[in-house]
């Protein structure tokens, strides 16, 4: 369904974030026609530089950046026209006049944040003060949204000094992902599942996002954050929001986010011993995190694995296990509910453990698999075996050329007035209130990360965080 017009303006709009997944998602969703007609993007940065030049750096981000879209030329030929450039100076006065000269009346009025956070305070102050933005406009912010409590607060504060908290879209990718959706769709589409997602049925949860890329080229960010604050704060924790809150009364961006935000709350403080930091070491299938980060000295994790648990009726004494990592031997992001062993047996003879698991594979690969218990075929007797009844997504519904990737689908929300995808204020505040004191601790004890081999699974101590619960991690396959 097209949208509303609009006019989007993209601070930050010769940045890597805008060429590699802004602008080419935008094109996406103009080739598939649900940009309507007169919608505009505004580039706006600092460097000089007329429309003309933009459409082209544009063109050359689609060529690179771009799928099989890219391929259509006349396509590319008609989006690049709804495309204009101000030279801006958010910290001056520069550029300011011409952004409030190119506004239109009468359609929406979005401004994405595609820059570092120590400008955001200017850029809201300046967009009310040349009263380009009003009630009606939404602002889109990107991660990192703060590095810990405090600047996370006085982040919030800054943009509740212009913009209303219904106006303010802070992304977080994950959100914007078809599977990570799916995760909702499959506890409360179903009935099948709900009444045994506690306690009474439920041994433990997994949460894996394993990546195989390292950190080469964008080490100067990440060796400042590391693998708690890129990953957990934010994607992961959506994730376990997601798995463990209670059921939403109706499919609605605070309903939806007042049941997430019980659930960080919810969070116990994790002891010293219930987490494993990683640092990948040099390996034939990589070079070391320090080579990569390009510091030798660095102590940051590339990986961290975790044992919390949620201190409510539903999840008592359920223990969530969560770990990420960069350079692991597959990229995989998987969810397992690992359910209880049957409490009595009428097999006689079958001394196995069988176990029902309920594994969602958010990328690649995405599908469903629910492991289930059937006779082992044969003479032999009742003998056992453990069976996947495995669904993969693209078989059962046919793979969609059309369907948008994480930032697409999350802009056009932004367009659409939809925030039941983005974070509120609260939430991330309360993520970093969990996760505070647990890097506070490291930095008061000089943690030092476990190594792993470039390539692997992890520190051999994740493996251990789970074998002295009698558990184990489940194998990382691409
Ligand atoms: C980003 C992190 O938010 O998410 C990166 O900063 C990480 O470090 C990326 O690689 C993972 O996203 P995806 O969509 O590839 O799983």
Redesign the pocket.
């Known amino acids: 369904i097209p949208v509303d017009s609009f006019d989007l303006v993209i601070f930050g709009g010769t940045g890597d974030l805008a060429r590699r997944k802004i602008l080419p998602g935008l094109f996406r969703r103009f080739r598939s026609g649900q940009m309507p007609a007169e919608a505009r993007i505004i580039g706006a940065a600092r460097s000089e530089m007329d429309d003309a030049g933009y459409r082209q750096m544009i063109r050359e981000a689609i060529a690179e950046f771009g799928s099989e879209e890219k391929q259509d030329t006349a396509g590319i030929d008609a989006f690049v026209e709804r495309l204009h450039y101000v030279a801006i100076d958010a910290t001056g006065e520069g550029g300011w006049h011409q952004l409030r000269d190119l506004m239109r009346d009468g359609v929406i009025r979005a401004f994405y944040f595609s820059v570092a956070p120590s400008l955001f305070g200017a850029l809201a102050e300046r967009l009310h003060q040349h009263g380009i933005a009003d009630a009606s406009s939404r602002i889109v912010v990107e ?2 949204f703060g590095r810990d409590l405090a600047s996370a607060k006085a982040l919030n504060a800054t943009l509740a000094e212009h913009f209303d908290e219904s106006q303010i879209y802070r992304i ?3 959100l914007g ?1 078809e599977t990570v959706q799916n995760l909702m769709a499959v506890r409360f589409g179903n009935v099948l599942f709900e009444p045994l997602w506690n306690s009474h049925y439920i041994d433990h949860i997994q949460i894996t ?1 394993a ?1 195989t ?1 390292g ?1 080469t080229g ?1 080490g100067s ?2 060796d400042k ?1 590391g693998a708690m604050r ?2 957990v704060q ?2 992961l924790m959506q994730l376990l929001c997601l798995i463990a809150m209670e059921p939403p009364s109706i499919y609605d961006a605070d309903t939806v986010r007042d049941e997430k935000l019980k659930v960080i709350r919810a969070l116990q403080p994790v002891e010293p011993h219930q987490i494993v930091r990683g640092q990948y070491e040099a390996s034939a299938e990589g070079p070391s995190y320090r080579e990569d980060a390009e510091n030798p000295r660095s102590f940051t994790e590339s990986f961290l694995a975790l044992k919390c648990h949620i201190a409510n009726w539903r999840w008592a004494k359920v223990p969530f296990y969560i770990r990420t990592g ?1 350079r692991m031997k597959a ?1 995989s ?1 998987e969810i397992a509910v690992v359910f209880k062993d049957l409490g009595h047996t009428i097999f006689e003879g079958d001394t196995a453990r069988h176990r029902n698991i309920l594994s969602i594979r ?2 690649p690969n995405e599908g469903m698999d629910l492991q289930v218990t059937i006779k082992e075929p044969g003479p032999g007797g009742m003998r056992l075996v453990d069976v996947p009844l495995d669904m993969t997504f693209a078989d059962a519904l046919g793979p969609d050329q059309d369907a948008p990737d ?1 930032y697409e689908r999350l802009i056009m929300d932004v367009i659409r007035g939809n925030q039941t995808l983005f974070m509120r204020g609260d939430e991330v505040e309360a993520a970093w209130a969990w996760t505070d004191p647990i890097i506070e601790g490291w930095e008061a004890r000089n943690d030092v990360p476990k190594l792993y081999d470039a390539g692997s699974a992890g520190p051999e101590d994740a493996m251990m965080l789970m074998h002295r619960d009698g558990r184990r991690w489940r194998e990382i396959k691409g």
């Open positions: 991660k990192p977080d990718h994950y992902k996002v990546e890329v950190v964008r960010y990440y954050s890129d990953m934010n994607h960069k990229r992001s958010l990328q994480a």
